[in-house]
């Protein structure tokens, strides 16, 4: 079975502080991706990585910045974090691009910014 | 703009009863696929079933069928004989193009079964 896990279930981080999210699957895909879920909002795609050290903006960047060193490691990071960014974090990646690749998703983590 | 619509925030229904959850799409690409995902409320995402823009046949698994208008642009999730373990939230989610890698996702869907 596809893994992915997220270093943290739960951060609590004060204002200013840099997060780090991190993220690591074990099948070796090729597509990494970090969303935000809100209530109301669904998910949002924050950015993608298509290859190592490649990366894409999603819909919500600003505030956030990635990193993507190592095939099966895609970190997400919050240089000064901040109260509207209390969230839950989704990693997900997936095989193939197109088609029916579906994505695997880690079981999220949840962050308050104070 | 590609854009997922669920209009429906709640539903709830009794068990075997059937279920059909909505979601319309909008994209100007020929390709695109079609998802749907469970999350209950324990927070995972599960994968429930894919449509491709050009299958000719409406996508079936198990209970979940998924019913494709591609004129109306619309991909209903139909599910039938609804069990309590059916209760989470429903996200209906869109990937475009023949690159595309991301999904964009719907606001979701909170399913309520009762017995």
């Known amino acids: 079975d596809v893994k992915v896990t997220q270093s943290s279930r739960y951060l609590v981080k004060r204002t200013g502080e840099k997060v780090f999210l991190e993220c690591v699957q074990d099948m070796d895909h090729e597509n990494m991706f970090w969303y935000r879920q809100d209530p109301g909002l669904g998910l949002r795609l924050i950015y993608f990585?298509?290859?190592?050290?490649?990366?894409e903006k999603g819909d919500i960047p600003e505030g956030y910045s990635v990193s993507r060193e190592k095939k099966e490691r895609f970190s997400l990071i919050l240089e000064s974090a901040s109260t509207n960014q209390t969230s839950m974090y989704l990693c997900?990646?997936?095989?193939?691009?197109?088609?029916?690749?579906?994505?695997?998703f880690g079981e999220g983590s949840r962050l308050t910014v104070l | 703009a590609q854009k997922i619509t669920q209009t429906q925030p709640g539903m709830f229904v009794q068990e075997k009863e059937a279920v059909t959850l909505d979601c319309t799409y909008d994209?100007?690409?020929?390709?695109?696929?079609l998802f749907w995902y469970k999350q209950p409320s324990s927070g995972e995402m599960i994968f429930l079933i894919y449509q491709g823009s050009y299958d000719q046949q409406n996508a079936t698994e198990g209970r979940y069928s998924l019913n494709f208008q591609k004129a109306r642009k619309s991909a209903n999730l139909v599910i039938s004989a609804s069990q309590l373990g059916d209760s989470a939230m429903y996200f209906c989610?869109?990937?475009?193009?023949?690159?595309?890698?991301?999904?964009?996702f719907g606001k979701g869907t909170t399913l309520s079964v009762s017995s």
């Open positions: 990585s298509y290859d190592v050290k490649m990366k």
């Open positions: 989610a869109m990937r475009w193009g023949q690159a595309g890698t991301a999904l964009i």
């Open positions: 994209t100007s690409d020929p390709s695109y696929g």
């Open positions: 997900a990646s997936s095989l193939i691009a197109g088609g029916d690749g579906e994505l695997f």
